[in-house]
């Protein structure tokens, strides 16, 4: 017993050494505002409750510097920047910029973002009814916009 403690902890010291590339760029060219109207109000609560894992700048606390903590993280802020990812918004195709704001209402709408694993360490991440009003609002003028300067079945998938 004593020597799988050893090594168990032997393994918990290596690890430490492996950590992931940090999700920090500066590069916001082709970020959602660059193409489309967000008001400040929404910038905000998206900042606050959104960029950490759908945008390419996401604050790390301090427990991301422990492993296998760091690598969890990772697999969060790549999957839900694969999902939407606000810095690179403006290359998507239009239909999935409308799928997107589509997807984003019903998200906030059914409280499923941001994620409950997420809000219990960022309180400040969790939205009152007004703010979930103002993005779902927002989310459903975008979506309108687009459907105004695209024929709508250039932004639906053609049901079989």
């Not at 017993?1 to 060219?29: C, G, W, Y």
Request: hydrophobic share 35%.
């Amino acid at each position: 017993m004593r020597a799988l403690l050893s090594m168990a902890l032997i393994a918990f010291i290596v690890i430490q050494f492996f950590h992931p590339e940090k999700n920090d760029s500066n590069d916001e060219t082709q970020a959602i505002t660059t193409k489309f109207e967000v008001p400040k109000e929404v910038v905000d609560i998206l900042k606050t409750s959104c960029y950490d894992c759908h945008s390419n700048h996401t604050n790390y606390p301090w427990y991301s510097k422990i492993q296998p903590v760091d690598w969890w993280l990772d697999h969060h802020v790549k999957e839900g920047n694969e999902e939407v990812n606000f810095s690179v918004f403006a290359s998507y195709s239009p239909r999935r910029q409308y799928r997107k704001f589509v997807e984003i209402k019903e998200q906030i709408e059914e409280g499923e973002m941001p994620l409950e694993v997420y809000t219990l360490t960022h309180k400040d991440a969790i939205l009152n009814e007004q703010q979930k009003q103002l993005v779902i609002q927002w989310s459903l003028a975008m979506k309108d916009t687009m459907e105004h300067h695209y024929p709508i079945d250039s932004l639906q998938r053609k049901k079989m």
